[in-house]
């Protein structure tokens, strides 16, 4: 394969690419190469900071030898390069930093449950991605690899924790790259970065060997797109569970990607556009974003009526802080045994010490407690949405936020999210709730900086179907970022 057609192929969604190479005319080599080649090309960003070059051209030349690409049995997503974010994303034997300096020497020890459904699906493996301390930002700029850089500008985040993997997406570097959100690490990089990014409903995905969720329920593992029917198919490639798992999503009754093209009955959306946490404004250009959006799904016949449910913004934000007071806890455990020592003041980010610290005096009445009042959260939301099907809200209430923002100690957990909260606003209250979230790219600031619109929902279906009806609606495959790879 030439230079050039290598950089035309960043164009072509995951499923189109993969097509090429069910079809003969492409090898699952000649795919990952071309990867390489715009990887290389983009080194700038910062997006990929583990290579996995070898690895990744020993399993592409194993699937073009076994003619599973040509005969279908890869599936829609065979011989197609792929990149983990580096957490949460476990591969055996590879490096695993996640973000801090304590762990800069880790090795994965275990493959995850995901991981291997993504080999099963011929997914080829060549990178891991940059992620901030331990998934603790919703910003990339971790001080172990450095800032990633946003491809629609240098001076705006490309959000976190999944920020890597949504600049090596946005950049056409690949088609898709896995992505990980506990309070948003998904969506708000799609945001940023103007992608599709799906959050799945709480149990769609196993978090095995190693543990049975994240941050008592509120991570989910997931995936950022370009476009709504790569993200459909990855969820179809890992969905479902193992044995042993303490909860599991009801199995959908059709494959995601191919419900994209069942007819979708008119749904009851609520749409809202302030904060659900008092004191936080929504910039003026996002409200356009989510009104229009609005009347995009009212002219596709869907009824949409203003409206949100409420919640105790000072119970959820509490919540949450306690609930990352006692992971970060566990980061200082994971650090400790793994370094043989204690983690020295500057292996650990300042954000990351004040959780740490918290954690370490955080009793298990204020643990249970904090589980307790998710809990009664998620009741209250759900009531209140009773008689409607979806809610439409912002993904940010601002644009891509500057550097050195959501990153930076505020003397507590708790003060600390406060402010992302202040502008990351309702992605938090997905993850509380378990509902799945997707972020789409629907808008944009006047200076030119992508801005994500959200549907959320309790199941992924009928979010993927209103997804691929706005994406038909108000096409935003062919926009390109200025950090765009090319050959020159």
Avoid at 65 to 93: N, W
Avoid at 301 to 318: F, K, L, N, Q, S
Wanted: one cysteine or more.
């Amino acid at each position: 394969m030439d230079t050039a057609t290598a950089f035309e192929l960043a164009g072509t969604d995951a499923i189109g690419q993969a097509a090429l190479a069910a079809s003969g005319q492409v090898s699952a080599t000649e795919l990952l190469d071309a990867a390489i080649l715009r990887l290389e090309a983009g080194r700038r960003l910062n997006a990929v900071v583990t290579d996995l070059f070898e690895r990744g051209r020993a399993q592409a030349a194993t699937l073009d030898a076994s003619g599973r690409l040509r005969t279908g049995e890869a599936g829609p997503l065979g011989g197609i390069p792929f990149l983990l974010k580096d957490l949460g994303a476990s591969l055996a034997g590879t490096p695993e930093a996640m973000g801090s300096r304590a762990l800069r020497t880790h090795v994965a020890e275990a493959t995850s449950y995901l991981v291997e459904r993504y080999l099963d699906a011929g997914l080829v493996v060549f990178g891991k991605t940059n992620t901030p301390e331990w998934g603790n930002h919703c910003t990339t700029e971790p001080s172990l690899f450095g800032p990633t850089v946003n491809p629609w500008s240098p001076d705006v985040t490309p959000g976190g924790s999944s920020g890597g993997s949504a600049a090596a997406v946005a950049a056409g570097i690949v088609p898709a790259a896995s992505g990980g959100d506990g309070t948003g690490s998904i969506r708000v990089p799609a945001a940023c970065c103007g992608l599709v990014g799906l959050k799945p409903r709480r149990g769609r995905t196993s978090f095995a060997p190693n543990a049975g969720h994240g941050l008592e329920g509120l991570v989910n593992e997931h995936a950022l797109t370009r476009t709504v029917r790569d993200s459909a198919a990855l969820l179809d490639a890992v969905a479902g569970t193992v044995a042993g798992d303490p909860y599991a999503a009801p199995a959908p009754t059709e494959p995601f990607l191919s419900a994209l093209s069942a007819p979708v009955p008119p749904q009851r959306i609520r749409l809202a556009t302030a904060s659900p946490f008092p004191g936080a404004a929504t910039d003026p250009e996002v409200v356009a974003a989510v009104e229009h959006t609005g009347t995009v799904l009212d002219g596709l016949g869907h009824r949409v009526e203003p409206g949100a449910p409420t919640i105790d913004a000072d119970a959820v934000a509490d919540a949450i802080a306690v609930l990352h007071t006692v992971s970060n806890a566990q980061l200082h455990a994971l650090a400790r045994s793994h370094l043989g020592r204690d983690p020295r003041e500057d292996e650990f980010e300042p954000s990351t010490w004040v959780m740490v610290r918290e954690g370490f005096t955080t009793t298990g009445v204020e643990y249970a407690d904090a589980i307790a009042a998710i809990h009664a959260q998620t009741r209250r939301f759900a009531t209140q949405m009773t008689g409607h099907d979806v809610l439409l809200v912002p993904t940010l209430l601002t644009g891509p936020p500057p550097y050195r923002l959501l990153d930076q100690p505020r003397g507590t957990t708790r003060a600390f999210f406060d402010v992302e909260f202040a502008t990351t606003g309702w992605t938090a209250l997905a993850n509380v709730t378990g509902w799945a979230a997707i972020s789409l790219p629907l808008g944009g600031t006047e200076d030119g900086l992508p801005i994500g619109v959200q549907l959320m929902a309790p199941d992924e279906t009928i979010l993927l179907q209103l997804a691929a009806q706005l994406e038909a609606a108000t096409p935003w495959a062919g926009r390109r970022a200025p950090g765009w790879v090319s050959a020159g």
